[in-house]
């Protein structure tokens, strides 16, 4: 009988002992008086790996044990300790899932605020350029279509190209390198009307699968990372242009809704850990460059609003891994062909998929967007050399009024319609 009740009673003890050490423990009580003295906080922490080795103990002697109510109490606390035992350890995992997604969230606001920062600065960069310097100013050089393609490539004008060479335009973002920080790289800007209305012309270049009809400049791309549902970080990569083998780029690119029914894409060069980049040339992958920045915007023609689409294209990039001189001898080789053949070939797959594609009600919405909330379901995107990006479903954002105007607006001919 003595050494029945040596083992069940110190049992009993500890099962009830224990019990409230761990309540208190949980509470975040220090003060656990005898237990604390006679069970390490090991022990305690350890409670759960015991539990089963006890509840062994106490079924094998419910039936046998003389003093089964005593056995059945022991039972009871080292039901109850366990269940606090798992459901503290419950919550302290939800503690951390929520910590975690604190954490991340403090992360994705830090990152959402500073590629929208970004898309703010380009933005603007891109005014002063586009629509303060225009014609031959400030070392802006006029680039005539090639006369081998002019009568069909730019038969009627449409469409005029100037080059400049700028440092890299990326703020405080810029390259650090020392020998990078004086070199001057190709600034592109091309101004053109398509004969085409404003809606289509928003729905097929929103479209990833029309991609290859009109640019054969980007041969793969994917998207890396959604930033929010208007930006986006973007991979891609061209084919070899002339001597210049593969490249491939990583992009941020935004889009917006401005106020005058405009839509603007403009684009930074980035990195991102799903796509390092090699700096050097060779046969077995792509040598990086860099779309350092870029706008487009498309927006409807003033003097025919209905029927006209103007498509105003600024690019900043740096070839890789070649020097200034070989650089220079590729733009001077492509730039009076690739950007008028672009256009053209836009203009042409624009008419071809024609109004019967773009279904009314949508027309519409896209002819009435002011009234729309703030995120659109407008269709937005489109392919450039460095980034291809597409939102066919909208997403864009129509903020406030900046502090400054874009262009002179062709809605403020069409604001009555």
Avoid at 105 to 125: G, P
Avoid at 301 to 314: A, G, S, V
Wanted: hydrophobic share 30%.
């Amino acid at each position: 009988m003595s050494s029945i009740l040596r083992t069940s009673v110190p049992t009993y003890r500890w099962a009830a002992l224990a019990s409230t050490a761990i309540q208190r423990k949980i509470k975040g009580q220090n003060n656990v008086g005898i237990v604390t003295t006679r069970y390490t906080s090991e022990e305690i922490a350890n409670f759960d790996c015991n539990i089963s080795q006890c509840k062994d103990w106490v079924n094998d002697s419910l039936r046998t044990h003389p003093f089964v109510g005593l056995v059945k109490k022991a039972a009871n606390y080292y039901d109850y300790a366990g269940g606090l035992l798992n459901q503290h350890q419950e919550a302290q995992n939800d503690q951390h899932v929520r910590e975690e997604a604190m954490v991340q969230n403090e992360v994705d606001c830090r990152k959402i605020e500073y590629y929208e920062s970004v898309a703010d600065d380009v933005e603007k960069w891109s005014h002063g350029l586009l629509f303060e310097e225009e014609g031959e100013v400030n070392g802006w050089k006029e680039v005539k279509c090639h006369k081998m393609i002019r009568d069909k490539m730019n038969p009627n004008g449409n469409t005029t190209c100037y080059v400049k060479w700028l440092k890299d335009s990326r703020g405080n973002d810029a390259s650090q390198v020392d020998e990078d920080k004086d070199r001057e790289y190709p600034c592109i800007k091309c101004y053109s009307t398509f004969d085409a209305p404003f809606e289509e012309v928003c729905e097929y270049l929103s479209q990833e699968t029309h991609m290859s009809d009109y640019n054969h400049l980007v041969v793969d791309h994917r998207d890396l990372e959604n930033i929010t549902p208007h930006s986006k970080i973007t991979w891609s990569q061209c084919p070899q242009i002339l001597f210049v083998k593969p490249r491939d780029f990583v992009t941020f690119c935004h889009h917006r809704w401005r106020e005058d029914g405009s839509q603007i894409v403009v684009s930074q060069a980035c990195e991102h850990v799903d796509a390092p980049g090699k700096s050097n040339e060779s046969d077995e992958h792509a040598c990086r460059a860099y779309s350092l920045r870029g706008a487009n915007i498309i927006s409807r023609d003033p003097t025919d609003p209905q029927n006209k689409t103007r498509l105003t294209i600024l690019a900043h990039a740096h070839v890789g891994g070649v020097p200034q001189w070989a650089c220079k001898m590729v733009i001077n080789a492509i730039s009076p062909i690739e950007p008028f053949r672009l256009f053209n070939t836009m203009e042409n797959e624009i008419m071809k998929y024609g109004r019967s594609k773009l279904d009314q009600t949508k027309r519409q919405t896209l002819s009435s967007f002011q009234h729309q909330p703030e995120t659109k379901s407008l269709p937005a995107g489109l392919s450039q050399l460095g980034y291809a990006c597409f939102w066919p479903k909208g997403g864009g954002k129509i903020p406030g009024n900046l502090h400054y105007e874009l262009i002179d607006s062709p809605a403020a001919d069409v604001g009555s319609d």
